[in-house]
């Protein structure tokens, strides 16, 4: 079959001058709706000084105040279930969402009949790009709990017209099982399970490359951008990877890459803005290649619950602005969390450089162990299947990364799900044994 080349070809290859112009008058809506019905928003536009009408043009995006999820967390403690910042009668919502997060207060989000279907095409888009077609069969292999993650990008990838199989996490066995009977030609899952299920497979004396799987299409993780682990899940599985990037607060997935595989094609236009800005001062970053910043997104047509400039706390670097698939949306990478971003005598370090480097060292376990803070060096390194490579470990550390490690030997909890990559023993964490 031949396929479009676009899900959505208006929305997407859509000149700049033109989604500028839509973004901007569905911006000054939102703002001025935001601010009429919401007391969360009518009080940071006033602290900070802004009336809805002066918000017109995207630079004027600035003058708003950012929106953490912490502030979010304290308007839903103080009035439940959705707090101050909701939008929409209770009644029109038709989907809640929880996410939790490190420090484990849950957040809810709502969805409206009207959000449920933003959220899906703009899902579809990314997952097209990525390489979902109607005539796979896709096993999606996320929590269905409570997530985001599940059955909202189980809708998106639905969209697309591929089938999708409710797969889940803790069913590794039984999807073996049933294999034969399902025939999947894709997996939507972080970039771990595929490594634990190719893992059970040849437990049970089956090869992965056997299994017949075409496309390895994968979230949540900054590995998916990883030359060297991409090849070598390519390898294993005998599949193509196409990643993909979706954060719970704003929708489920809203980047994706297309077959050029360079940097994740930015897929929300008409509904969400999306800004750079330095993670510590909030400056605004100008969107070009090479630029680094943390992404801030900004609702166009939330309904239930929205959001103005919010702090993603995501870091990622500009790939480029153009594309040879014609698609417009700016294509960036992920580096890190910038709550995982830690500081070694000046140096900053993300656990997935650390990653990414072990892992080319066949190392594919490991836990990054920090026990005070400021971080001083050496800093402890566990790495499962050393094999007695910690000084030549150590050392390629210290020439890629710019901090001396002490690497250990040690047994890594197994997971289906991301796996933990950071312990702070200073704020109270345990290091696995
Ligand atoms: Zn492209």
Redesign the pocket.
């Given at each position: 079959m031949t396929w479009a080349r676009y899900f959505d070809e208006r929305a997407e290859t859509m000149p700049a001058a033109w989604t500028r112009r839509l973004e901007e008058e569905l911006l000054a809506d939102q703002v001025s709706r935001c601010y009429e019905r919401t007391p969360f928003y009518r009080r940071k536009l006033a602290a900070g000084g802004v009336r809805p009408e002066q918000v017109e043009r995207l630079e004027d995006l600035a003058r708003l105040p950012f929106t953490t999820k912490e502030e979010l967390r304290e308007s839903q403690a103080a009035e439940p279930p959705f707090g101050d910042f909701v939008c929409a009668d209770p009644v029109d919502i038709v989907r809640t969402h929880v996410t939790s997060g490190t420090t484990g207060i849950p957040l809810l989000l709502a969805y409206t009949e009207r959000d449920a279907r933003s959220s899906a095409q703009i899902g579809a888009r990314a997952f097209w790009a990525c390489g979902a077609r109607p005539d796979d069969v896709v096993l999606h292999c996320l929590s269905y709990s409570f997530y985001t993650g599940g059955v909202s990008d189980h809708l998106a990838m639905e969209a697309t017209g591929a089938t999708v199989v409710p797969v889940g996490l803790g069913q590794s066995a039984r999807l073996l099982e049933l294999w034969s009977e399902l025939r999947p030609t894709a997996i939507f899952s972080t970039l771990t399970y595929p490594l634990y299920l190719a893992e059970a497979a040849a437990e049970t004396g089956v090869e992965p490359r056997a299994l017949g799987l075409r496309k390895l299409l994968v979230t949540g993780e900054p590995g998916g951008q990883m030359a060297f682990t991409r090849r070598r899940m390519e390898e294993l599985w005998g599949a193509e990877v196409g990643d993909s990037y979706g954060i719970s607060d704003v929708w489920g997935t809203l980047a994706g890459e297309?077959e050029?595989r360079a940097g994740l094609?930015f897929c929300g236009q008409g509904a969400t803005l999306v800004e750079l800005v330095e993670p510590e001062s909030g400056d605004p970053v100008a969107v070009e290649p090479g630029a680094e910043g943390e992404l801030v997104f900004t609702h166009l047509d939330r309904e239930a619950t929205p959001l103005l400039r919010f702090r993603s706390r995501d870091v990622a670097v500009v790939v480029d602005v153009e594309?040879?698939?014609g698609?417009t949306g700016f294509?960036f990478r992920v580096v890190g969390r910038s709550d995982d971003m830690f500081r070694v005598r000046g140096v900053n370090v993300f656990p997935s450089a650390v990653e990414e480097l072990l892992r080319e060292h066949g190392c594919d376990r490991f836990a990054i162990v920090l026990e005070r803070f400021p971080v001083e060096p050496p800093v402890a390194i566990l790495v499962e299947g050393v094999n007695g490579k910690e000084e030549e470990l150590a050392e390629a550390v210290r020439a890629r990364l710019s901090f001396t490690c002490a690497i250990r030997e040690a047994a890594l909890p197994r997971t289906e799900t991301k796996a933990k990559r950071l312990y702070r023993l200073y704020a109270g964490e345990d290091a696995p044994a």
């Open positions: 297309c050029e094609h594309c040879a698939c698609r294509r």
